[in-house]
């Protein structure tokens, strides 16, 4: 913990790396826990498609208002309230997450790059265009697996969530500006993320690559490629903090 703790405190430009381990502790499962309720005999990988939305719309829109409701219920834990007490120490801090919810922007942290896109942010089907305004929170008390989803006044196309789903490319702009902070950085913190999903696994290379150290937080060990990485092993909410924490509050390192 010393020893991450103190790349940080030397760095100017940081880039915080989440994945669905860091909101993980604020009980919004990740895909490798069994799903409950009313969901627990479906298979997310089978509702995150274009095709299945095609196939049955209403299914899959009630599975995303499922999750929004789940994430309208978490709170950021203290990890998430690190990372964003971390900007306040004048340091340039950018935020790079995999992750859909916005317990980053909730804790305090902003101009968050959201690779995967956000579940707040709906988009039409036919068109790909975000509507002027929506309002999702009506639909919260449903408990049905199905719900029709609303449509685009303009096309009358229906609205899918602003997400990126399985066998669809990254926005460009976003993968853009999430490269060069990748480059542009000191350190980078990889916290809670698989390194299995690609193209998103590869910042953290991609910061390796242009001489920045890397350290890793995750339940289970990291392999490392580089003398320029470090693993902590541990829970995000438990991590994040010890190692930030000497930083915007100074006093002993854990």
Not at 205 to 227: C, M
């Amino acid at each position: 913990m010393k020893a991450a703790a103190e790349l940080i405190a030397g760095a100017k430009r940081i880039v915080v790396f989440t994945g669905a381990g860091i909101s993980a502790d604020s009980g919004i499962p990740t895909f490798r826990d069994p799903l409950t309720s009313i969901w627990a005999h479906y298979d997310p990988e089978k509702l995150e498609t274009a095709n299945a939305f095609r196939e049955n719309a209403a299914l899959v829109w009630g599975w995303y208002l499922w999750r929004r409701a789940l994430v309208a219920q978490a709170s950021p834990n203290a990890a998430h309230l690190a990372v964003a007490q971390l900007a306040q120490t004048g340091r340039e801090v950018t935020v790079v997450t995999q992750n859909i919810d916005d317990l980053h922007e909730r804790a305090g942290s902003s101009g968050v790059i959201h690779l995967h896109g956000a579940l707040d942010l709906p988009k039409c089907f036919a068109c790909h265009r975000t509507p002027a305004s929506v309002s999702l929170d009506h639909q919260f008390v449903s408990e049905g697996l199905s719900v029709e989803p609303p449509r685009r006044p303009r096309c009358n196309g229906k609205l899918r969530p602003g997400v990126v789903w399985f066998g669809e490319d990254l926005p460009t702009a976003v993968w853009k500006r999430a490269v060069q902070a990748a480059q542009g950085c000191d350190v980078l913190l990889s916290i809670g993320t698989s390194g299995v999903v690609f193209p998103a696994a590869e910042i953290p290379r991609i910061a390796l690559k242009s001489g920045a150290r890397v350290v890793h937080i995750n339940t289970t060990e990291t392999p490392l490629e580089s003398p320029l990485e470090m693993s902590l092993v541990g829970r995000a909410a438990i991590c994040v903090p010890a190692i930030v924490s000497p930083i915007a509050m100074p006093g002993e390192v854990v």
